[in-house]
């Protein structure tokens, strides 16, 4: 059974700082690319930082030189540590892998607000 578990979201005053993980299981980590998702309400789901299972990585341009994804093989798990953060940052927070599936997580709240 596929299943990815978020955990670490939390409400955190802005300029703050938190770390999202993501626990995988039930299909072969290494290979799939991971990434992170945020859809704040009202709005459309959008892609934050990805990460290839090669360990190349990429993000949304407003989150560059403030997020940060990493990723753990062996312990099946990928990390988006979150610095500065903005109220613009609110939103509920989402795992995905992909490769031959996609699958997702059900997702971690983080709010940014004073």
């Known amino acids: 059974q596929v299943q990815l578990v978020e955990s670490g979201g939390g409400l955190v005053q802005p300029g703050g700082s938190l770390r999202l993980s993501c626990a995988a299981s039930?299909?072969?980590?290494?290979?799939?690319?991971m990434s992170w998702y945020r859809q704040a309400p009202g709005k459309e789901r959008e892609l934050v930082a990805l990460?290839?299972?090669?360990?190349?990585?990429n993000y949304k341009d407003s989150v560059k030189g403030r997020f940060t994804i990493s990723r753990d093989n062996a312990k099946n798990t990928v990390y988006l540590q979150m610095n500065s953060l903005k109220p613009d940052d609110t939103a509920v927070y989402y795992c995905?892998?992909?490769?031959?599936?996609?699958?997702w997580g059900q997702g971690t709240q983080v709010t940014v607000s004073s």
């Open positions: 039930g299909f072969t980590f290494r290979s799939y690319a």
């Open positions: 995905n892998a992909n490769y031959y599936n996609i699958y």
């Open positions: 990460i290839s299972a090669g360990g190349n990585t």
